[in-house]
């Protein structure tokens, strides 16, 4: 099967900036997706990554490199509000998601 | 109603009782689809449709099924539920099967 490895937590201060980082197997690739789930909630939609490099959008910005299967979502000026646990998805070769298990980011005053 | 809605929003189950939960969406995407999420684990693909008329098996399909008699509705049952089967079940749909995906509310599920 595909693995999607992401950190399982991290934390950063308010105002700061923090890269989550995800790997994905290669084989057989169609997408790179980064949601957002705050607790109790649903995920909800931040980026889509097809072809390689970085894609910008306010404050959130992914970055793909199809190459070394790996992606990473920067949030920068860092707001309470975004505590959360941030989902990386892998499009695979049946246009299914594969979900990695979510990285819970901290957001500390 | 706008987006997409499922119900109940939590339920407590018996062992080997049966189960529908329900899912509509009014944004008249094609595709349509049902998550577990657990503790621990990512999203975990049940069934999937992408069109009314059609449906598919996902990662853990076993017991459970769905149909998909029309575009906005998907119920997903459970036949004879099972202490398993506790989990958080979210609907999903898009536009196209490789676009982006709406989720419901999600369904609390407590099989006991």
């Known amino acids: 099967g595909q693995n999607i490895d992401q950190p399982t937590e991290m934390t950063a201060t308010e105002g700061a900036i923090v890269q989550i980082n995800c790997t994905y197997q290669?084989?057989?690739?169609?997408?790179l997706f980064w949601y957002q789930q705050h607790a109790g909630e649903a995920p909800t939609f931040l980026s889509y990554n097809v072809l390689d490099g970085l894609e910008e959008k306010g404050r959130f910005s992914s970055f793909l490199s199809r190459s070394k299967g790996y992606s990473y979502l920067l949030l920068k000026e860092l707001q309470m509000k975004d505590s959360a646990s941030y989902l990386c998805a892998e499009l695979d070769s049946n246009y299914q998601l594969i979900w990695g298990a979510g990285t819970k980011l901290i957001i500390k005053p | 109603i706008a987006g997409i809605t499922q119900a109940p929003t939590s339920q407590i189950l018996a062992a080997g009782r049966r189960m529908t939960l329900r899912c509509t969406q009014d944004?008249?995407?094609?595709?349509m689809y049902w998550y577990r999420q657990d503790l621990g684990l990512g999203l975990r693909l049940i069934h999937y449709?992408?069109?009314?008329?059609?449906?598919g098996k996902g990662e853990v399909p076993d017991g459970y099924s769905v149909s998909r008699a029309n575009t906005d509705d998907f119920p997903l049952t459970l036949a004879s539920a099972v202490p398993s089967q506790t989990s958080v079940y979210f609907c999903?749909?898009?536009?196209?099967?490789?676009?982006?995906?709406?989720f419901g509310p999600g369904t609390r599920l407590t099989v006991l």
């Open positions: 290669t084989s057989g690739f169609n997408g």
């Open positions: 999903a749909s898009s536009d196209s099967f490789e676009g982006e995906q709406f």
């Open positions: 449709s992408n069109t009314a008329g059609t449906t």
């Open positions: 944004m008249r995407h094609n595709a």
